[in-house]
């Protein structure tokens, strides 16, 4: 059987078994453009140059006619099938007459811990990972695509990465003393660098309501890796009083849903619901969710967990979060005990930045028939008088409910919402943890807002 042969039939065991797995996305093929410092393979007749204190292996899989090469102190090329190197002169052609040689990428720029550079099997449309989960969590499979060349910097210091098995060169590791003979190998050595830990665990998340994904230790350098690009910082928020969901890097605008779950409650049954009965709907079109199970607190035990539903504007704010949040609280008084969920608790993103309505709150429209200067002139006062109020209803939000509190003779309803410091407090409390210095602090969850944004780093990146 072939490589990509060997990759269907695992990728099918995976979805049979109902495994999760990673996928890594990039390479350090010869033929890849994005290798080369002008983002384009060498010319023929071009001159060639691999950094010279590194260690790499690359895939060589077509014939390039070139007139010098300068290979590393330790690397190894891997000629695929019909692939091979030409002694040419020179390069006469306009855009290689520079005389400069193509630079090979720096190949030890690859993070295990940057987010972007996994796939994930189980994305659905709709649907985005939280940044701590983009990057395998201890209950994953790892594969990578034994057609192509990598090589991957395990982070900084003495950071542990622990997975559940590592597919690499069409081999499965399975067991610890398996991976450690291979990373010692120099086959291992010029595919996994730095003084990062990997192993392996017999970790299976076979709870029906989820599992920690175990990256909380993490964030920090995930955080960094991510941020990496734009300076450390994170993008400007786009509305006020935004939220930063628990393993998120940056904040994000829309609404946080909290679930209370019972044994009773199963994780992937209620992501389809989510999709079927809620996000399929016209009104709720643009938004994304994430759905997982999460720690009240990085320092408590794993068994204080808890539901986190991630609702997020992908588009100039329209309350499309805050609708769906309160639908699923009605969803929750209505079905709470066939779903499992024994209480819900949701915390809602404020007002566009720049001003706008808040979210969620239907806006009057114009009365364009009336006319005169006396109408006009009352009107006038009335906007006065609810521009006095509106800084009243601009800040976030937070609402509970919980079925086992309803009457069984009361008609399934979303509680009408107020603002409690009570609740904000209790529901929120958080513990930050230990983060780079130039990364931008964790806001206060008690103040139920923080915010999201648009970029290319919300979306995970696809092979």
Known sequence: MGALGQVLLWLRICTLTQATYKLW??????????????????????????????????????????????????????????????????????????????????????????????SSGDGALGLFSVDAERVPCRHHDVFFPPNASFRVGLGPGASSVRVRSLSALGRTFTSNEDLAAFLASRAGRLRFHGPGELSLGPEVCVDRSGCVCGNHEAQPWICAALL???????????????LRPEGQCCDLCGAIVSLTHGPAFDLEQYRARLLDTFLALPQYQGLQVAVSKVLRSPNLREADTEIQVVLAETRPETGGAARLARALLADVAEHGEALGVLAAAVRESGAPAGGGSSAGLDQPGSNAGLVGGAVLAAMLLVLLALLAVMPRLRGARSFRWSWRNQAASEPARVPPGFHNPMFDAAA????????????????????????????????EAEA
């Open 25 to 118: 996305v990039p390479n350090t093929n010869f033929d890849a453009a994005a290798n080369w410092s002008q983002n384009r393979t060498p010319c023929a007749g071009g001159a060639v140059e691999f950094p010279a204190d590194k260690m790499v292996s690359v895939l060589v899989q077509e014939g390039y006619a070139i007139s010098d090469m300068v290979l590393p102190l330790d690397g190894e090329l891997i000629l695929a099938s019909g692939a091979g190197f030409s002694a040419s002169e020179a390069s006469s052609r306009l855009d290689c007459s520079s005389g400069a040689p193509a630079l090979f990428r720096d190949p030890d720029r690859f993070s295990w811990y940057d987010p972007r550079l996994w």
């Open 228 to 242: 990496q690009p734009l300076g450390g910082r994170c993008p400007p928020a786009t509305c006020q009083d935004a």
């Open 428 to 459: 929120s409390e958080e513990q930050t943890p230990a983060r780079p210095p130039n990364l931008p602090p964790k806001p206060d969850a008690a103040a139920t807002s923080h915010s999201y944004f648009v970029n290319p780093l919300f979306a």
